[in-house]
């Protein structure tokens, strides 16, 4: 099923650990599947459009079972299908973090695990909501969340 232009459901909801487990990754529930629409369309179709690098999220939908297995948040938005989480090859993810807080509409971002002068450490998390969007940017270290990016 096509979210958007050049993004399905079955990348949104691909997990390496989800098929080591054999654990079924895929939504049942119609509101979890616009979710995904809702991020493909206001986060992910922007990016490839913006950059032209086809990517595939490293995270996006998290059934209970694999977010469980993971020891993800229970609170975690991946679990309703409203965040991803992204790197785009050749883009530095400090870059990538800066275009989206200036030009999406999000939810929350989180520049995770990012190492200055490291341009490929970490990653971006990015969630959007069909409505009441808070724009909160954050980055965590793995320790604990700072507003803002670190420069």
């Known amino acids: 099923m096509k979210l958007s232009e050049n993004f399905t459901l ?3 909801c691909k997990s390496s650990t989800a098929t080591r487990l054999n654990i079924d990754n895929i939504p049942n529930d ?3 599947v616009e979710n995904l629409k809702c991020v493909a369309t206001n986060i992910l179709q922007p990016i490839r459009d913006k950059f032209g690098v086809p990517f595939t999220p490293n995270s996006g939908y ?6 469980e297995a993971i020891k993800g948040s229970s609170k975690s938005q991946h679990c309703a299908g409203e ?23 999000f939810d929350q971002l989180i520049l995770e695990y990012y190492i ?3 341009p490929k ?3 971006v998390h990015v969630s959007c909501l069909n409505e009441g969007n808070r724009k909160e940017v ?14």
């Open 116 to 118: 200055k002068g490291e």
């Open 10 to 12: 079955q990348e949104l």
């Open 138 to 151: 954050l980055t965590y270290d793995g320790k604990m969340y700072q507003k803002g990016f670190l420069t």
């Open 62 to 67: 998290r059934s209970p079972t694999l977010n």
């Open 30 to 32: 119609d509101e979890i």
């Open 121 to 123: 450490s970490g990653w």
């Open 83 to 105: 965040a991803v989480d992204v790197e785009v090859p050749t883009i530095d993810n400090l870059v990538l973090a800066h275009w989206i807080a200036i030009n999406l509409n």
